[in-house]
């Protein structure tokens, strides 16, 4: 069942710039109350929310009530990014937080509610990267750790996407939609959209389909999703660095979970972070969902996340 939106102030907040501001940090609770069973806090991904079960949970197909992620043995927590909209706190400084000072914030609002340890921490693509900063900040922090999608240091490669989006959000006309097509770009792949459209045209729209599908995702984003928002996740693409020496000091079972064909936060770089930690740490692991549709897949190819965090959750 969906809990309801809850709020938390955090006054006096340092930030990496060396600004010193006062937090609104917005949540949600699905399962049962707050340490009344193992607790596992979801990082949101992108244009995610803190709204990951129930009806019209973004995450839905994984947590719930007899999902993997069962919220009838485990309390599911996840913090909206200030600034992402969806408690209806904007930010309008696009480069006012790194990925270091939204792991900070949320460990925070973990302090406030009196969780200091968790059973798990799992996170996809920008979740599972805040995830990362803040295991780098509190190593002890989680029991288990499920990066999916993700990286712990922006590459080079993620630069050069996050420039051009850049350069689209500046854009005096409809900024939002140019950007939001050029990302779904990044987030499939060209047999994926291949596959889906096969050059096929819409004649009573007059357009493509493969064009119309693009369009449709940026006109979409723009209804639910603001510029602001947007430049500021764009800018905590840019900043994500956890300190690698601090990385195996980790604790936590760490279940790498990378998608083959991942354009955006390839495979190779999740299975080369998995290999430096086996130098130092043997309870490291890697898993790969197979797809053709690239970043997304980890939104879509649904069967096999569930079946790899079943093995993770419930294995003997």
């Known amino acids: 069942m969906e809990n309801t939106l809850q709020h938390i102030k955090l006054r006096n907040q340092n930030l990496v710039s060396g600004k010193i501001l006062d937090i609104n940090l917005s949540y949600q609770i699905f399962g049962p109350d707050l340490h009344s069973a193992p607790i596992i806090l979801v990082n949101h991904a992108l244009t995610g929310n803190s709204n990951v079960a129930g009806e ?3 995450w839905n197909s994984l947590i719930g009530e007899n999902k993997i992620i069962d919220t009838n043995i485990y309390s599911v927590v996840c ?11 904007l930010i309008e400084e696009e480069n006012v937080f790194t990925t270091k000072d939204i792991a900070n914030i949320f460990l925070k609002g973990l302090e406030f509610l009196n969780i200091a340890k968790l059973h798990t921490l799992i996170g996809g693509s ?4 805040i995830a990362w900063e803040m295991l780098a900040i509190k190593t002890n922090l989680a029991n288990h750790f499920i990066p999916i999608a993700c990286d712990f240091k922006t590459s080079d ?10 350069f689209l959000l500046d854009h005096k006309e409809d900024p939002l939609q140019k950007a939001r097509l050029h990302a779904m770009l990044c987030y499939r792949t060209p047999a994926s959209l291949n596959q889906r459209f096969r050059n096929e045209f819409d004649a ?7 064009h119309d599908w693009l369009n449709f995702h940026g006109k979409s984003l723009g209804e639910r999703f603001s510029l602001s928002s947007y430049r500021l ?4 693409l840019i900043s994500i660095n ?5 990385l195996p000091e980790i604790t936590a079972n760490i279940h790498f979970i990378a998608v083959d064909s991942d354009l955006f936060f390839p495979a190779f770089e999740m299975k080369n972070c998995c290999e430096f930690l086996k130098k130092n740490k043997q309870n490291v692991f890697y898993h790969e969902v197979k797809s053709i549709h690239g970043h997304d897949a980890f939104l879509m190819e ?3 996340l569930n079946h790899l965090l079943n093995n993770i959750f419930y294995e003997k």
């Open 233 to 236: 996740m764009n800018y905590l």
């Open 56 to 58: 019209s949970g973004w």
């Open 204 to 210: 009573e729209k007059q357009i493509l389909k493969s």
């Open 242 to 246: 956890a300190d690698l020496e601090k």
């Open 126 to 129: 920008i979740g599972g990267a």
């Open 302 to 304: 649904y069967e096999q």
């Open 157 to 166: 490669w993620l630069h050069a996407q996050c420039l051009v989006q850049q």
């Open 79 to 89: 913090f909206n990014i200030p600034g992402n909209g969806f408690d209806g706190n």
